[in-house]
């Protein structure tokens, strides 16, 4: 809650052009604002979701810090991105440009699955996830491997890049999924038939 009040209170200066301190000790100090809360007008609670979203300090978006030089500013990336590039990008570890194959590591531990039908489920969820990307056309989950591997192929390199767009870096069981692509020729020796 000070948070919010110390917010609410810069808000006010910046929008009145008062930059005294006098009135932020008041509202830090006011019990009845701890019990029922602050009230903000619409524009304090847009631009208090706004901060919120962004994740950044109080100050413009393009506007950086005198003590800091532009170019150690990153830019504002999606998240998600973010924890992409951290874990290896879309295509983690992968020396393949993308193909209708590839393969996702992490996805379990053969020595700690105690389910009977652990494989079936894990099957069952990656195909539910890919058909929102067109599906795929061939499945195999290496029970015996420690890096915990699930083999796809999905019809076109197109749903295949989504597929693994989609699942990379996202959290299955505990685990972070990381995913690569395999040459055409690699999967097909691995599964005949396939």
Not at 93 to 98: A, Q, T
Not at 125 to 154: M, R, W
Not at 181 to 189: A, C, E, G, I, L
């Amino acid at each position: 809650r000070s948070c919010i009040k110390c917010w609410e209170a810069v808000v006010s200066t910046q929008s009145t052009g008062d930059h005294s301190m006098s009135n932020m000790g008041a509202t830090l100090d006011d019990e009845d604002a701890d019990r029922g809360g602050i009230e903000m007008n619409a524009n304090a609670r847009v631009q208090l979701m706004a901060k919120l979203a962004s994740g950044n300090e109080m100050r413009p978006k393009h506007q950086t810090p005198a003590s800091v030089p532009a170019a150690a500013v990153e830019p504002e990336t999606d998240l998600g991105q973010k924890v992409r590039e951290m874990f290896g990008g879309p295509a983690s570890g992968s020396n393949h440009p993308p193909s209708e194959c590839f393969v996702l590591r992490n996805m379990f531990n053969p020595l700690t699955e105690t389910d009977p039908y652990w494989a079936e489920e894990i099957r069952s969820d990656v195909i539910g996830e890919c058909s929102s990307f067109g599906g795929v056309t061939h499945v195999n989950i290496d029970k015996q491997d420690p890096n915990g591997c699930v083999y796809l192929k999905a019809p076109t390199t197109s749903i295949a890049v989504g597929c693994v767009n989609s699942l990379q870096g996202r959290w299955f069981s505990g685990k972070m999924i990381k995913a690569s692509y395999m040459s055409p020729s690699d999967y097909h020796r691995k599964f005949p038939g396939s």
